[in-house]
């Protein structure tokens, strides 16, 4: 019992080391005015001009100043930036401290019913550079929260200048045309954490992009495949994968899981040294978000050189298992991966899917005292009963 306590201790100090909201962006929700433009105007949209200047931020081309209405819905029914086709805003910041990991978390809305381009913003910094898209799928609101990662900085990593244009796909004449975005958060993670009695880092999915307070839908991650260069820590994204809060989802297990809402293959992957030959049990945990998604949930696990698929059919009320499967290591590093192949959808008719946390590896202990100490009896016996399976 004490034991367990310390456990759980230990995880909250690491958690809370690995990561820090950071108020470095300076008017990140455009609640302060441009110049000459009045905060509590009734007109919707406002084109900048040389005589408006947007404090903390500056901007290029055709930028709108947004104030939420009936006509237009955004976080905490505020202000935002729209930006035209050509439209663009940038803010300088500088990191603190030792070198951390950069995450950002924003709002992205349409800019009108009427529009045919797609809603695309290009967000970039210093070498990187990520397309996020409006996808209106994977919720019922208007606006949706996304994150990017943006890069490693320290003190001594000198200004650095976030970039925001529109990613047009055509050319829209109407100006009223191109994303909306909003509340920014820059939040910096710390170097990965091992938790004891864990060999995957951040298997619980606790690391990840800022939450915005008032958002209801969770975060929508776009595919990243280097998983050192994710939102979401230690994982790479396959698809459209959604960071969800235990503040308004069924999380699992602490306050934050993932829920894989696209699909068409998708998911989540990461890789962990682990030694050739050796036994593993792979442990986690499947269900729904508790917010009326329905639909049979197919779920493929791989371990090293092992995939086994499994199963939940969710009636949308809350449904959690713990699934496990045992694997022999075949490299190092060995790949670790969740991939869903359906979708469900929610009595809003928003697409959705498995949500998976409290991802757990050990090495398989065959020893009874350790395998009950650890938990593993039982994936013990299922393997050295597959294996006599094989063997006969
Ligand atoms: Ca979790």
Same mark, same amino acid.
């Given at each position: 019992?004490?034991?367990?306590?310390?456990?759980?201790?230990?995880?909250?100090?690491?958690?809370?080391?690995?990561?820090?909201?950071?108020?470095?962006?300076?008017?990140?929700?455009?609640?302060?005015?441009?110049?000459?433009?009045?905060?509590?105007?009734?007109t919707p949209f406002v084109l900048l001009t040389q005589t408006n200047t947007i404090p903390g931020w500056t901007f290029?081309?055709? &930028?709108?100043? &947004?104030?939420?209405?009936?006509?237009?819905?955004?976080?905490?029914?505020?202000?935002?930036?729209?930006?035209?086709?050509?439209?663009?805003?940038?803010?300088?910041?500088?990191?603190? %401290?030792? $070198?951390?990991?950069?995450? #950002?978390?924003?709002?992205?809305?349409?800019?009108? *019913? =009427?529009?045919?381009?797609?809603?695309?913003?290009?967000?970039?910094?210093?070498?990187?550079?990520?397309?996020?898209?409006? *996808?209106?799928?994977?919720?019922? *609101?208007?606006?949706?929260?996304?994150?990017?990662?943006? %890069?490693?900085?320290?003190?001594?990593?000198?200004?650095?200048?976030?970039? #925001?244009?529109?990613?047009?796909?055509?050319?829209?004449?109407?100006?009223?045309?191109?994303?909306?975005?909003?509340?920014?958060?820059?939040?910096?993670?710390?170097?990965?954490?091992?938790?004891?009695?864990? #060999?995957?880092?951040?298997?619980?999915?606790?690391?990840?992009?800022?939450?915005?307070?008032?958002?209801?839908?969770?975060?929508?991650?776009?595919? *990243?495949?280097?998983?050192?260069?994710?939102?979401?820590?230690?994982?790479?994204?396959?698809?459209?994968?959604?960071?969800?809060?235990?503040?308004?989802?069924?999380?699992?297990?602490? =306050?934050?899981?993932?829920?894989?809402?696209?699909?068409?293959?998708?998911?989540?992957?990461?890789?962990?040294?682990?030694?050739?030959?050796?036994?593993? =049990?792979?442990?986690?945990?499947?269900?729904?978000?508790?917010?009326?998604?329905?639909? =049979?949930?197919?779920?493929? $696990?791989?371990?090293?050189?092992?995939?086994?698929?499994?199963?939940?059919?969710?009636?949308?009320?809350?449904?959690?298992?713990?699934?496990?499967?045992?694997?022999?290591?075949?490299?190092?590093?060995?790949?670790?991966?969740?991939?869903?192949?359906?979708?469900?959808?929610?009595?809003?008719?928003?697409?959705?899917?498995?949500?998976?946390?409290?991802?757990?590896?050990?090495?398989?202990?065959?020893?009874?005292?350790?395998?009950?100490?650890?938990? &593993?009896?039982?994936?013990?016996?299922?393997?050295?009963?597959?294996?006599?399976?094989?063997?006969?």
């Open positions: 019992m004490m034991q367990g306590k310390l456990l759980l201790l230990l995880f909250i100090a690491a958690a809370a080391a690995a990561a820090a909201e950071e108020d470095l962006l300076q008017n990140a929700d455009f609640e302060s005015p441009p110049l000459n433009v009045t905060a509590n105007s009734t290029n081309g055709t &930028v709108q100043y &947004v104030t939420a209405g009936p006509n237009m819905s955004l976080p905490g029914n505020g202000h935002a930036i729209q930006l035209g086709t050509d439209g663009k805003i940038n803010q300088t910041f500088r990191a603190n %401290g030792t $070198a951390m990991d950069y995450v #950002l978390t924003f709002s992205l809305a349409a800019g009108g *019913e =009427n529009c045919s381009t797609s809603t695309t913003v290009n967000v970039s910094v210093p070498g990187r550079s990520s397309l996020v898209a409006l *996808e209106q799928r994977y919720g019922s *609101e208007e606006w949706e929260s996304h994150a990017c990662y943006l %890069g490693r900085w320290g003190a001594n990593s000198g200004p650095i200048n976030l970039n #925001l244009r529109s990613q047009p796909s055509e050319t829209d004449p109407n100006i009223t045309c191109g994303p909306v975005v909003d509340t920014f958060i820059l939040k910096a993670i710390g170097m990965p954490v091992e938790i004891q009695d864990n #060999l995957l880092i951040n298997g619980g999915f606790e690391v990840g992009p800022a939450f915005v307070t008032n958002s209801t839908e969770g975060i929508l991650l776009e595919e *990243e495949i280097d998983f050192t260069q994710s939102a979401l820590q230690q994982w790479s994204v396959m698809g459209i994968v959604k960071y969800i809060d235990s503040k308004h989802f069924l999380v699992p297990q602490g =306050n934050a899981a993932i829920e894989i809402v696209s699909g068409d293959i998708s998911g989540v992957r990461t890789t962990v040294a682990l030694k050739k030959g050796s036994t593993y =049990n792979l442990e986690f945990v499947m269900g729904d978000t508790n917010n009326s998604c329905t639909g =049979n949930f197919i779920v493929g $696990a791989q371990g090293g050189p092992s995939a086994q698929n499994f199963t939940l059919q969710s009636n949308g009320m809350g449904t959690t298992q713990k699934f496990s499967m045992v694997f022999k290591a075949d490299s190092n590093p060995t790949p670790i991966s969740f991939t869903s192949f359906t979708q469900g959808q929610t009595k809003d008719f928003a697409f959705c899917g498995p949500v998976i946390d409290d991802v757990v590896l050990r090495a398989a202990s065959c020893g009874l005292k350790s395998a009950v100490k650890s938990g &593993v009896l039982f994936s013990c016996i299922v393997f050295i009963v597959s294996a006599l399976n094989i063997l006969g």
